[in-house]
């Protein structure tokens, strides 16, 4: 069973503009949300991260919102770049049940210029 | 820094041979892990080290899956024998310690396929 969703396979964005990547989520007991970002023929990157007990962290060009009640999460990326065209992976945990990580299925981002 | 160190990087063999990955992860991280990653999907947790003793292999296939970490710092992951559905990019990670919010780093991946 898919506990972390993400809905969009693709997205495409003028360079410039804001790219916003959805999250969803179905275990109310994750309790700490992070952004990987892909490159083909590479590992996962870590972006960014947030705690259960915030709604926003920004680091940069990088803002994740959570909304809990919603068991949503969001990247935005603005202004977006060519050079963040990838596969971007959003993932969940439950820190009181071991640190693996569930990972959605990806949203592979395109920025065009 | 050196990043998490994987090999090989691709791999080919024949349904029912077996095979084995290899990772070295940043030195003095005490957890590693082993994600399967098939194409189109996320990764998914395969097992999961602290030190050289296993907190969680609950996703691990062990009737033909088996992974070790000896002396607490190298892995190695074997697939025994190896079906059509192993074919995957098998990921390995490590962080600092499985506890609190670390981050985990991964290596570029071993791509399998089963032939």
């Known amino acids: 069973d898919q506990q972390v969703k993400q809905n969009s396979p693709s997205l495409s964005v003028q360079e410039g503009r804001i790219s916003i990547l959805n999250c969803d989520y179905t275990n109310s007991m994750f309790d700490y949300f992070l952004w990987y970002k892909k490159y083909p023929a590479e590992g996962p990157t870590f972006l960014i991260s947030i705690s259960s007990i915030k709604d926003k962290n920004e680091d940069g060009r990088f803002t994740v919102f959570l909304n809990k009640s919603a068991k949503h999460l969001s990247l935005h990326i603005v202004p977006s770049q060519p050079g963040d065209s990838a596969v971007y992976f959003c993932a969940a945990r439950n820190s009181n049940s071991g640190y693996a990580l569930n990972f959605g299925k990806g949203t592979s981002l395109l920025v065009t210029p | 820094e050196a990043g998490v160190a994987q090999s090989p990087r691709y791999k080919i063999i024949e349904k029912r041979q077996s095979v084995a990955f290899w990772c070295n992860p940043i030195s003095g991280h005490a957890t590693l892990y082993w994600y399967q990653q098939i194409l189109g999907q996320g990764p998914k947790l395969l097992i999961q080290?602290?030190?050289?003793?296993?907190?969680?292999d609950s996703q691990l296939p062990k009737d033909r899956f088996s992974a070790e970490r000896l002396k607490g710092v190298d892995s190695t992951l074997k697939i025994q024998p190896a079906k059509l559905e192993d074919s995957a990019v098998y990921l390995c990670a490590s962080s600092l310690a499985g506890q609190g919010l670390q981050t985990q780093y991964f290596g570029p991946g071993t791509r399998l396929l089963v032939l």
């Open positions: 080290f602290q030190n050289n003793g296993v907190v969680d």
